[in-house]
């Protein structure tokens, strides 16, 4: 059975799913994510300065919008070159 817990704001409740219950699999995520992070890091380190990487490992969001214009860059410079169309 899942665990939810009710959050009240501005007289509207809402119930809120945990996504990971067990200790175990949110300290696998997290180790997964920090992963994540140091190889695109590691791949693009010399386009994103540490600072917007520090903030992706705080916003998900964040470290979504950066992959979208790191692969922006990419293209733009194999369309530039002429290896796609």
Not at 22 to 32: D, T
Not at 77 to 84: F, K, L, P, Q, T
């Amino acid at each position: 059975m899942v665990n939810m817990s009710a959050m009240q704001h501005n007289n509207v409740t809402y119930l809120m799913t945990p996504l990971i219950e067990n200790h175990e699999e949110l300290e696998e995520a997290k180790q997964g994510y920090k992963d994540l992070l140091d190889s695109f890091y590691a791949e693009v380190s010399d386009l994103v300065p540490l600072k917007q990487m520090n903030a992706a490992r705080r916003n998900p969001e964040y470290f979504l919008r950066l992959i979208e214009l790191a692969l922006a860059y990419f293209v733009d410079g194999m369309e530039a070159e002429g290896e796609i169309q």
